[in-house]
């Protein structure tokens, strides 16, 4: 049992290059999530999907595009990297039945746009 | 819109004695209150919640939480504090009218454990 697993854990782009973030969780949790985590903010929330097919923007959604691409798995894409999303990226997931409402979290990716 | 507030940047404790991280926060129906901690180069990790009924929360590696709803607060405390519990600590809330499971963080409290 993983858990949550994110690849890869460290990045480094040029900007205007894209890549895609991977997370997939092993614990059947319907809801899925990506943050990021800059110093002294706290983590903020990019993208979200409440189920296999559904997803919806979070807080600081611009820049970046997602896929659910089943219940497992939530991919986070950057299409064109800006210096500005030089950050920690981390998924996340969480059961939501019953009064499971705690996530569980991936071990990151350090993610630097030079 | 639901808030957190961490009040203190960072804790400063001895080893043995008590440890106590401050949060606050602002929703507008029921609050769902979270605990995590995340240790250096590492994702976070769930320490405990208060969903609903007792207001004293216990949790993970000895840590517990009150909740007091007069002053929208969520302490988290530790009555013996050890080098090991030095790390980041993030108080979270939903907001129980919410549909779907957004957790808003605080900004986070760095603890300091020295010998």
């Known amino acids: 049992n993983a858990g949550v697993t994110q690849t890869p854990k460290f990045q480094v782009l040029k900007t205007g290059q894209s890549m895609t973030l991977q997370c997939a969780q092993d614990?059947?949790?319907?809801?899925m999530y990506w943050y990021r985590q800059d110093p002294g903010m706290g983590l903020r929330l990019i993208y979200y999907?409440?189920?296999?097919?559904?997803?919806d923007k979070g807080e600081v959604p611009n820049g970046y595009n997602v896929s659910r691409l089943n219940k497992r798995e939530f991919s986070l894409r950057l299409e064109s990297a800006a210096p500005s999303q030089t950050s920690v990226y981390f998924c996340?997931?969480?059961?939501?039945?019953?009064?499971?409402?705690?996530?569980?979290f991936g071990p990151g990716t350090r993610l630097t746009v030079t | 819109a639901q808030s957190v507030a961490q009040p203190e940047d960072q804790v400063n404790v001895a080893e043995g004695n008590p440890l106590t991280v401050k949060c606050t926060y602002s929703?507008?129906?029921?609050?769902?209150l979270f605990w995590y901690v995340q240790y250096p180069n590492r994702g976070l990790q769930f320490l405990l919640k208060?969903?609903?009924?007792?207001?004293l929360v216990k949790g993970s590696y000895g840590f517990e939480a009150e909740f007091n709803k007069s002053q929208t607060s969520f302490h988290l405390k530790k009555p013996s504090a050890l080098v090991s519990d030095s790390a980041l600590y993030f108080c979270?809330?939903?907001?129980?009218?919410?549909?779907?499971?957004?957790?808003?963080f605080g900004a986070g409290t760095q603890v300091v454990v020295t010998p």
């Open positions: 996340a997931s969480s059961s939501d039945r019953g009064y499971s409402y705690e996530q569980y």
């Open positions: 614990m059947n949790h319907n809801s």
């Open positions: 999907s409440a189920s296999e097919g559904t997803t």
């Open positions: 929703v507008s129906g029921n609050p769902y």
């Open positions: 208060y969903i609903t009924g007792d207001n």
């Open positions: 979270a809330v939903r907001d129980s009218t919410d549909s779907w499971g957004k957790l808003q």
